[in-house]
């Protein structure tokens, strides 16, 4: 979901070109923009992580373990394609972008999480 935060500025920027011709007032309002974006991905960014949390604390094992276990699974997946298929000379399929995606956000949902785990555990001493 972060990662549509830098996506949407430069539509809204258009917009704020073909809708406000004065530059002054335009500047203003592209300060304003990027201040109400960078505050949402902040919030964003703790949603995240209380998410993560609440799954790492779940009564579940399979709910504390079901995102550590996939990125395993793509762990193997990659290292599949890019290590040991090169070695035999076997045809190999290429890694949808979709999951290089979840990939991406599954990882940096973890490095968030655990940031943030860390960070409590620092600020109560």
């Not at 809708?19 to 007032?25: E, I, K, R, S």
């Amino acid at each position: 979901m972060l990662q549509f935060l830098p996506l949407l500025f430069p539509i809204l920027e258009k917009t704020l070109d073909r809708v406000l011709p004065d530059t002054v007032q335009k500047d203003k309002v592209r300060a304003e923009l990027q201040t109400a974006l960078l505050a949402n991905s902040a919030e964003l960014e703790r949603t995240a992580a209380n998410i993560i949390m609440s799954e790492a604390n779940g009564e579940s094992w399979l709910q504390r373990n079901w995102r550590p276990m996939l990125m395993v699974l793509f762990g193997v997946i990659i290292a599949n394609n890019f290590l040991i298929v090169p070695i035999f000379n076997t045809p190999t399929a290429d890694i949808p972008p979709d999951m290089w995606d979840l990939l991406k956000l599954g990882l940096g949902g973890y490095v968030l999480g655990r940031s943030a785990e860390k960070g409590i555990r620092v600020w109560k001493g």
